[in-house]
């Protein structure tokens, strides 16, 4: 799977939209963008996923480039809830041997703040 | 609807003893995982099972053992623990369209 470049750490103020970058240059086609978050020390959570069309739904949108070489979270108006750390995530396809290699990475920690 | 419950949520062990991890999904999923995750890193992927009846070995499955019981149930067990095996562990259960769905984690130390 194609691995992804995300910054360490990012902030925002709250009710302001935050924009999470992710560099994924080596993404073959048929592999999915993937974006989950974990707050605190608790299970990662599913927020959205796209092949190359954007992406929206009640938690977020997702912006991929055309040439799909990186992509952008967006969280429209972040609130202190959202802080949490971040993953960036592509795995082939939607069959089942795309998670015996998906790997996680160290994400983006996004401190929200009042 | 409790989605993907894992026990316990802590335990403190000595090297060389053993335990199992246990998990269960409500969801009906196909494909169930077991991850680990050390301070400060991402998740690392132990074992999974794509079925019930089947298991594989993912990333890091050395000094780890499992068991798909039946389509709900996936342990994972430590036969001798190492102080190398501290960390939160977490399992996971996943349906066709790849969306993986998380338990809150069980912490273990190994002292």
């Known amino acids: 799977d194609a691995k992804t470049t995300q910054p360490p750490s990012m902030d925002c103020a709250e009710g302001r939209a935050a924009n999470l970058p992710c560099n994924h240059s080596?993404?073959?086609?048929?592999?999915?963008v993937y974006w989950y978050r974990q707050i605190h020390s608790q299970g990662p959570q599913y927020i959205i996923h796209?092949?190359?069309n954007n992406e929206t739904n009640e938690m977020a949108s997702l912006i991929i480039t055309e040439d799909r070489k990186s992509s952008t979270l967006i969280l429209p108006h972040a609130t202190l809830r959202d802080t949490a750390v971040y993953y960036c995530?592509?795995?082939?396809?939607?069959?089942?041997?795309?998670?015996?290699?998906?790997?996680f990475g160290t994400g983006t920690r996004l401190l929200v703040s009042p | 609807n409790a989605g993907v419950t894992q026990t316990p949520k802590f335990q403190v062990l000595k090297t060389g003893q053993s335990m199992t991890l246990q998990c269960a999904q409500d969801?009906?999923?196909?494909?169930m995982y077991w991850y680990r995750q050390d301070p400060g890193m991402g998740l690392r992927l132990i074992y999974y099972?794509?079925?019930?009846?089947?298991?594989d070995k993912g990333e890091v499955p050395n000094g780890y053992n499992v068991s798909r019981l039946n389509k709900r149930e996936f342990s994972l067990r430590l036969e001798s623990a190492a102080p190398s095996q501290t960390s939160v562990y977490f399992c996971?259960?996943?349906?066709?369209?790849?969306?993986?769905?998380f338990g809150e984690g069980s912490r273990l130390t190994v002292l």
């Open positions: 099972s794509a079925s019930e009846g089947t298991t």
């Open positions: 995530i592509v795995r082939v396809g939607q069959g089942n041997t795309g998670f015996q290699k998906l790997v």
């Open positions: 080596t993404i073959s086609g048929n592999e999915y």
């Open positions: 996971a259960s996943r349906e066709n369209t790849g969306e993986l769905f």
């Open positions: 796209g092949l190359k």
């Open positions: 969801m009906n999923h196909n494909s």
